[in-house]
């Protein structure tokens, strides 16, 4: 399905445990729609990467599933940037304002903001102040 992550899964499987805790940069992405980007260094211990981050044509979310109750892996609590094509965002017109309007609507409706919308990369970027603002419904 195209997704991927930075550094690559074969990188994160020679890390130690300590190195797992605390990667830098790191980023989950899926060509062609988008991707995560963790402001923090973030640990990774334990986590299924290949599932976590569900990104579709018109969405982005967060799948996540905790044997323990009230747990919520430090992944879930940095502040993210999330870079979306927009090729997927149903209301892209040839009106440039109205686009960004709505990209705003979207970036608060999530409690983020609205970082750039670039019509020449067709591409649009938020921050969020975490990962766990994008956790899917279904």
């Not at 499987?13 to 995560?36: A, D, I, K, Y």
């Not at 892209?92 to 109205?98: E, F, G, K, Q």
């Amino acid at each position: 399905q195209d997704y991927y992550c930075v550094p690559d899964l074969r990188a994160l499987r020679r890390m130690t445990s300590e190195e797992l805790s605390s990667v830098n940069s790191f980023q989950l992405g899926r060509s062609g729609f988008g991707l995560v980007e963790f402001m923090e260094p973030v640990d990774l211990r334990g986590l299924e990467l290949d599932s976590l981050v569900l990104i579709e044509s018109q969405r982005i979310c967060v799948r996540f599933r905790s044997h323990i109750v009230g747990h919520k892996p430090h992944i879930f609590t940095v502040p993210v940037q999330v870079t979306l094509y927009l090729k997927h965002v149903p209301i892209v017109t040839s009106n440039p304002s109205r686009t960004e309007t709505y990209l705003h609507q979207i970036a608060r409706t999530h409690g983020g903001r609205l970082v750039s919308v670039s019509h020449s990369t067709k591409t649009w970027k938020m921050t969020l102040p975490s990962l766990g603002q994008l956790l899917c419904e279904r």
